[in-house]
């Protein structure tokens, strides 16, 4: 590993304000740096309106990491088929390249609109993203990245992922991959990590039991898989 540390990129999941990251950085390795990329939390930007927010972060002259939450991993794999000059792995965490429900049922995307979400209490998404885990701390946490969030924008959000195809992306991925698998996902089933291998087998896949916020109630165990996969990507016969 050089003296200069591998910048970890983070893109956050649906809420898009990197407040959810929080108890990941408190395990981070002195070799990795973080750089949080945060989304406008009043503006209805899908993937492609969203991807220059990603590239514009991206450092130069410096190895870096693409690390993406959930949501984010299409914009991940949107940026890295793009080739960026210090791109030297990406890291999909509980994410996937398709819409993630089983059956992908086209039409439901056209029930998500905005009211949808003013009825639903926000909090109430914390009972998927924690299942079995939750606790007063993460409550709180997940309250506080989602309070900015309009309606509209949650609601544009949630399309653009019911929406979305990124198997062209993944198969021109020009580095290695890793993926973090959440063993109690109830967002994103077991079926998504599955078809990213089916398409890529050289994926490496990190199974941590944890509901669907794996990088929230298990950042130690989250933040490991990560910096071995770092440390690795530094060795000389690191191939992707």
């Known amino acids: 590993m050089s003296a ?16 959810l990251f929080a108890p990941m950085l408190k395990h981070l390795a002195p070799e990795v740096e973080p750089v949080i990329v945060r989304y406008p939390p009043d503006r209805a930007l899908g993937y492609e309106e969203l991807l220059p927010t990603v590239l514009a972060a991206l450092p130069s002259g410096s190895p870096f990491v693409l ?8 914009l991940a794999l949107m940026c890295a088929a793009r080739r960026p000059a210090g791109l030297i792995g990406v890291v999909l965490c509980a994410s996937f390249i398709r819409n ?17 979400f003013r009825l639903y209490p926000k909090l109430s998404l914390a009972r998927g993203l924690l299942v079995g885990r939750s606790s007063p701390e993460l409550r709180r946490l997940i309250a506080e990245a989602l309070a900015p969030l309009r309606p509209e924008v949650l609601a544009h959000r949630v399309r653009s992922v019911l929406g979305v195809d990124v198997t062209k992306e993944l198969l021109a991925r020009p580095v290695p991959i890793l993926y973090l698998r959440a063993t109690r996902d109830v967002i994103v089933p077991a079926h998504n990590a599955a078809e990213i291998v089916a398409m890529c087998p050289s994926v490496r896949v990190v199974e941590i039991p944890a509901p669907h916020a794996v990088l929230q109630t298990q950042p130690a165990a989250s933040v490991a898989a990560i910096v071995t996969f770092v440390r690795d990507l530094a060795r000389p016969d690191a191939v992707s």
């Open 4 to 19: 200069a540390p591998v910048r970890l990129i983070l893109l956050p999941g649906l809420d898009g304000s990197g407040v």
């Open 67 to 74: 690390v993406a939450e959930s949501f984010s991993g299409p």
């Open 100 to 116: 993630p429900v089983w059956r992908r049922p086209g039409w439901l995307r056209h029930l998500v609109r905005p009211f949808v």
